[in-house]
């Protein structure tokens, strides 16, 4: 069960759009919609921020949008905010009834 | 209020023993899949395991199948996990979260440690 594939790190200036890529295989990311991003910072539980490829949870900023292309799940952040800084991950189902988490991107905002 | 409370967390030798619980309230526990999660020290993410609501399917990752073992009390809304054989590499924040096709509440973790 090898990790799904992230950037370790991404970065922006306020105002400015990021995107996180999340890489795996047709037997989990492009195989499913329940794909999903989590928003973590330092000390904290994770907060769901996307689920089921781009849908937002209530009170999540609409800045914040999923998508996916083939075996490649995608996370946008536009308008960047400094709260935005934080840890990023993605998660997939997998063909063997499992999950499977990213290996987390860390988000600065410059 | 959606509520997951971790406890019995702990300092425990290599090859021993120790049950986490999570205490859950404010949604119908029975019908969410429940799972644990853990994160090692300054790591990422690792998802443990996951029990149906009934109770009846479970599956496990394959760093923690045969020595640990998920469970739920639907009558007292309460996660469990029992970790047996436990080894350095086990050392992580346990999250109970609950998961209807995404992992939607967390609770706030319990520390495992395992160090001779």
């Known amino acids: 069960q090898s990790a799904l594939t992230q950037p370790a790190s991404v970065s922006g200036s306020p105002g400015q759009s990021i995107t996180i890529s999340c890489t795996g295989t047709?037997?989990?990311?492009?195989?499913?919609?329940?794909v999903s991003w989590y928003q973590q910072h330092p000390g904290k539980a994770p907060k769901l921020m996307i689920y089921?490829?781009?849908n937002r949870p209530s009170g999540v900023p609409d800045r914040f949008s999923g998508s996916k292309s083939g075996n490649t799940a995608s996370l946008t952040i536009s308008g960047l905010q400094a709260e935005d800084e934080a840890d990023y991950y993605c998660s997939s189902y997998t063909s063997t009834n499992t999950l499977l988490f990213g290996g987390g991107t860390k988000l600065t905002v410059l | 209020e959606v509520q997951l409370l971790e406890s019995g967390g702990g300092l425990v030798q290599p090859g021993g023993s120790l049950r986490l619980s999570c205490a859950a309230s404010g949604f119908t526990f029975t019908s969410y899949d429940m799972n644990w999660v853990r994160q090692a020290p300054g790591k990422g993410l690792e998802w443990v395991s996951t029990i149906s609501g009934g109770g009846t399917a479970t599956y496990y990752g394959d760093s923690v199948k045969g020595r640990f073992t998920i469970s739920r009390d639907n009558s007292k809304n309460t996660l469990f996990l029992q970790m047996n054989s436990l080894r350095v590499e086990d050392t992580a924040v346990y999250y109970c979260a609950r998961r209807r096709a995404t992992f939607d509440s967390w609770g706030q973790g319990t520390l495992v440690t395992v160090s001779s």
């Open positions: 089921e490829v781009s």
């Open positions: 047709s037997s989990d990311v492009g195989g499913y919609i329940y």
